[in-house]
């Protein structure tokens, strides 16, 4: 039979706009959140992470908003260039240390 | 700049065939994790380290899969016999727990494709 993919959520935008990246996570004693970008063929890089105790952090170009209420993580990255273009997936601890659960991912298409 | 090495990169082989994984953690990271990445289910945890010790193998399959640390600075990941269906994208990361926070660095991983 055919085999079937996972269907990522796809964002797309235009070269300078901000774009908003959203993930809702499972867990609500997880204490700690992380962003992670993987282009392709590469591996997950870190992008931001954000402790439960916060609800906003601010990196270059990007920030993590946490609303513990909705169990909601964003992602948002200003001024998106070509170079943004990857796949983004977040991430929870539900334990101190240890695992991680990773949401299945949004990719994200840069237009020029 | 530090960062987790993967060996090989690339890994054709045959079924049946034993195939051998190796992961440099960064120095000084004590928690070495092992993923598998593949197109239906996304990244999968196989099992973690700390310490060297094995802290959980629950998503790797026993009878085929292992997964060592024979030092601090190296973890291998064993498939024997390999199967088509292993393959897939395996990614190493590293970690240093700071209280609630455990940041995990991962790997550029190492493309299996098994015939």
């Known amino acids: 039979g055919e085999s079937v993919g996972l269907h990522l959520p796809t964002l797309s935008v235009q070269e300078g706009d901000n774009s908003i990246i959203n993930c809702a996570y499972s867990?609500?004693?997880?204490?700690?959140f992380i962003w992670y970008k993987q282009e392709s063929g590469k591996g997950p890089q870190f992008i931001i992470d954000?402790?439960?105790?916060?609800d906003k952090r601010q990196g270059q170009r990007v920030t993590v908003l946490l609303n513990k209420t909705v169990k909601h993580l964003s992602l948002q990255i200003a001024a998106t260039q070509p170079g943004d273009s990857a796949v983004y997936f977040c991430?929870?601890?539900?334990?101190?240390?240890?695992?991680?659960?990773f949401g299945q991912g949004t990719e994200l298409s840069v237009k020029p | 700049d530090a960062r987790v090495t993967q060996t090989p990169r690339h890994k054709v082989t045959e079924m049946g065939q034993e195939v051998t994984m190796r992961c440099q953690p960064i120095?000084?990271?004590?928690?070495v994790f092992w993923y598998r990445q593949t197109m239906m289910q996304g990244l999968e945890l196989l099992a973690y380290?700390?310490?060297?010790?094995?802290?959980?193998d629950s998503g790797m399959p026993k009878d085929r899969f292992s997964a060592e640390m024979p030092d601090a600075t190296l973890a291998t990941l064993k498939i024997q016999p390999s199967e088509p269906r292993d393959s897939a994208v395996y990614f190493c990361?590293?970690?240093?727990?700071?209280?609630?926070?455990?940041?995990?660095?991962f790997g550029p991983g190492t493309r299996l494709l098994v015939l």
């Open positions: 990361a590293s970690g240093l727990p700071s209280g609630v926070a455990e940041t995990q660095y």
């Open positions: 867990n609500s004693a997880s204490d700690y």
């Open positions: 954000i402790r439960s105790n916060m």
């Open positions: 991430a929870e601890n539900p334990h101190q240390g240890g695992k991680l659960i």
């Open positions: 120095l000084g990271h004590n928690t």
């Open positions: 380290f700390r310490n060297r010790a094995p802290l959980d």
